[in-house]
C-alpha cells in the first residue's frame, strides 16, 4: 500500500482509520495532496471527490445526518477552505458530526504575500467545537491534538477544524509507515440521570402541559411514551414534519392551529409547563405566541445544549430523551379539559382546510395538497428552507416518509447537496422538495458524481423568492422585485441536460398529474420535475388560506 511521505499526514490518516473514521470527501487540490493520497490508497476508507467545497461540505453533512457518524471533510489552502463554512455552522446548530481536515501552507509562508495563504488556524472559532492547529513536526502533541478533535466530534455532536501544515514536495510516497500514534481511549461514560420527586410532582400537578417538539431524527422515542402522552388529557403534544414524530392525537400542523387564535384562545392555550425536546422549530407563529404567553415552567430535555428561544427556560435536563420520560410519566392523572378544547378546535380546522383546498386555483398551495398526498410511502423527504419546508407544515403525510431539513441555519444554500448526500447515505428512496431560488443557489449540487440514480427534485418555480411576498412590508415594486424577490425567467431544464438528469415539466394540474406518474416511475438516471406556479397569487392564496380558518 502507499502511504504519503510526510509523516503529518500518515498519522492524521492513521488515526482517522484506528478512531473508525470512513467516509472522506475530498475537494481536489495540490497542497492536500499527501491527504488525498493517504486516504484514497487505503481500502478502509469511503472517499468521494466534490470539487466544489461549498457543497462538499454539505454533501457530506447530508452523510453525516443519515449514518449518525462523523464525517471528514478534505480540501487544499487559502479561499478553498472558507467555502465549508455555510455547512460547519448548519453542522454547529444541527448538532451534526463533521470533521474539517484543511491543508495549509508552513506558518513562514503566511501573511508574506504568497499565493493561496489565508489565516486558517481557528478561522472557524465561533462555530467549531474544537480547533487543532497541528505543526509540520511529528510530535505527540500533534496526535493528541487530532484524537481529541475526533474524539468531540462524536461525543460533542458538532463540527471540529483540524488545520494541517505541509511543505513541498507533496506527492511523494512510501511504501511503509513511518509513525505509529499511540491511541488514547477517552472516557466515554454515560451520565446516571435521576430525576427528582419534586420535577414528577410539578408535572403530575399541571392541567395544561404543552410538549413542542423540533427536529428529530426517526425513531428516536419509544411508542409507549408517546401512547402515555397520547392519553393524558393534560398533555397537547405539536410536533412539525421534521419531527419525524408520530400519534394521531399528535398535532402537527401548529401554524393551523394557531394562527386564527384570539387574544382568548392564546390565553386559554397558554401552558402550565412547557417540555421541548429536539431541534430548531419552524413555526414563527409557536415561537411568538410563548414568548408572549410565557410557560411557568420550560424544561428542555437535550444531552448538550438547551436555547433559551421563549425567553423562559427554567430547566435543561441533560440526558436522552426517553431516559427523562421513563422516570417522568407515571399512571397518574389529573383532570384536565386542555387536550379536548384543543381537539375539538383542531377538527374544525381540519374540515375547513378541506373545503378550502377543494375549491382554489392551481398555486403552490394546490401544488402541495397533490404532492403531500402522493408522495411514496417508505421514502425519505428533504425539503429546503424558507417556503418549502413552511408550505410543508400545512399538509398530512404519511407517517412512513422521513423529513428532513438544514434547520440549524435555516439557510437556503446547499440544501440539494444535502439532499444527494443524504441519499447516497440512506436505502430509502429519496425525494427533494425545494423552491427555484434555493436550487439555482446550490446548482453545483448537481456536479457530482454520486447520485442515486433514484433521486428525485420536484423544483417550484414561482420565478422568485415567493416568500417575500408573504412577509409584512411587501410593495409591488421594481426594488422589491429585484432585491427582495429576486425576479427571474429561469428554468433548469438546461441544467438538467448539462448533468444528465430526466427533467419533466408541469404547468398546471392536469400536466402535473400526468407528469408526476412519469417522474415517479423513471428510476434509471436523477430526475427533476419542475412545477411553474403563478408569480403573483400564490401569496394571497396562502393568507386567504389561514383568514378561511376562523
Known amino acids: 500500500m502507499m502511504y504519503p511521505k510526510i509523516p503529518l499526514a500518515q498519522s492524521i490518516i492513521e488515526i482517522c482509520q484506528q478512531k473508525g473514521v470512513q ?42 445526518q443519515q449514518i449518525q457518524k462523523p464525517v471528514v471533510v478534505v480540501c487544499t489552502s487559502g479561499s478553498a477552505l472558507l467555502n465549508y463554512y455555510p455547512a460547519i455552522a448548519e453542522a454547529f446548530y444541527s448538532q451534526i458530526p463533521l470533521i474539517v481536515i484543511s491543508a495549509d501552507r508552513p ?27 497541528l505543526r509540520e513536526a511529528i510530535s505527540v502533541e500533534n496526535d493528541n491534538l487530532i484524537q481529541m478533535a475526533l474524539h468531540v466530534a462524536v461525543t460533542q455532536k458538532g463540527p471540529v477544524h483540524i488545520n494541517a501544515p505541509f511543505e513541498e514536495p507533496l506527492y511523494e510516497t512510501v511504501s511503509e509507515l513511518q509513525v505509529k500514534p499511540e491511541i488514547v481511549d477517552f472516557n466515554t461514560e454515560e451520565k446516571h440521570f435521576l430525576l427528582g420527586n419534586s420535577t414528577v410532582e410539578t408535572w403530575n400537578k399541571a392541567t395544561k ?22 392519553n393524558d ?16 392525537t399528535f398535532i402537527d400542523q401548529i401554524d393551523t ?33 410563548l414568548r408572549k404567553y410565557k410557560p411557568a415552567h420550560h424544561w428542555h430535555v437535550d444531552e448538550l445544549r438547551a436555547y433559551d428561544t421563549f425567553g423562559a427556560l427554567t430547566n435543561h435536563f441533560e440526558t436522552k430523551i426517553n431516559a427523562f420520560l421513563s422516570q417522568l410519566l407515571t399512571e397518574n392523572k389529573i383532570e384536565s379539559t386542555y387536550k379536548f378544547n384543543i381537539s375539538a378546535i383542531w377538527n374544525d ?33 428533504q425539503v429546503s428552507n424558507s417556503s418549502a419546508i413552511r408550505y410543508l407544515q400545512l399538509f398530512d403525510l404519511d407517517k412512513s416518509i422521513q423529513v428532513f431539513c438544514n434547520r440549524g441555519t435555516s439557510g437556503i444554500d446547499g440544501s440539494t447537496s444535502t439532499a444527494i448526500g443524504a441519499a447516497f447515505a440512506s436505502d430509502l428512496p429519496t425525494i427533494l422538495i425545494t423552491g427555484d431560488i434555493s436550487f439555482l443557489y446550490d446548482s453545483n449540487a ?40 429576486t425576479s427571474h425567467h429561469l428554468n433548469a431544464s438546461h441544467l438538467a441536460k448539462m448533468y444528465g438528469l430526466d427533467y419533466f415539466e408541469a404547468n398546471d394540474e392536469i400536466t402535473l398529474q400526468q407528469q408526476y406518474s412519469a417522474f415517479l416511475n423513471q428510476n434509471e438516471k436523477p430526475s427533476i420535475l419542475e412545477v411553474f406556479t403563478p408569480e403573483k397569487e400564490n401569496n394571497g392564496i396562502l393568507l386567504e388560506f389561514f383568514r378561511q380558518l376562523k
Not at 273 to 289: D, P, Y
Not at 360 to 369: A, E, G, L, Q
Open 107 to 133: 506558518q513562514n509562508k503566511i501573511d508574506i504575500g504568497d499565493g493561496q495563504t489565508i489565516r486558517q488556524e481557528n478561522v472557524f472559532a465561533n462555530h467549531s467545537l474544537y480547533n487543532a492547529n
Open 257 to 289: 392551529l394557531i394562527t386564527p387564535f384570539t387574544e382568548d384562545d392564546f390565553k386559554a392555550f397558554q401552558p402550565e409547563i412547557l417540555l421541548t425536546f429536539g431541534g430548531m422549530v419552524v413555526s414563527k407563529r409557536i415561537k411568538a405566541f
Open 233 to 248: 388529557p393534560s398533555v397537547v403534544v405539536l410536533t412539525e414534519k421534521t419531527s419525524n414524530l408520530h400519534h394521531p
Open 349 to 381: 380546522r381540519v374540515l375547513k382546510h378541506q373545503e378550502y383546498t377543494a375549491k382554489i386555483p392551481f398555486s403552490d398551495f394546490k401544488v402541495f395538497d397533490f404532492i403531500c398526498q402522493s408522495l411514496p410511502k417508505n421514502s425519505q423527504l
Open 446 to 485: 448537481l456536479w457530482n458524481n454520486y447520485i442515486p440514480k433514484n433521486f428525485k427534485i420536484i423544483l417550484l418555480n414561482n420565478s422568485g423568492g415567493g416568500i417575500f411576498r408573504i412577509l409584512p412590508g411587501h410593495q409591488e415594486t421594481e426594488t422589491f422585485n429585484t432585491y427582495f424577490e
Open 209 to 230: 402541559k404543552l410538549i413542542l417538539v423540533g427536529e428529530l431524527f426517526p425513531n428516536s422515542v419509544e411508542q409507549k411514551y408517546l401512547d402515555i402522552l397520547a
Open 23 to 64: 467516509h472522506i470527501v475530498i475537494s481536489p487540490g495540490s497542497r492536500n495532496a499527501p491527504l488525498t493520497i493517504g486516504f484514497t490508497n487505503n481500502p478502509f476508507f469511503k472517499c468521494y471527490s466534490i470539487a466544489d467545497e461549498r457543497c462538499a461540505a454539505f454533501f457530506a453533512l447530508g452523510i453525516a
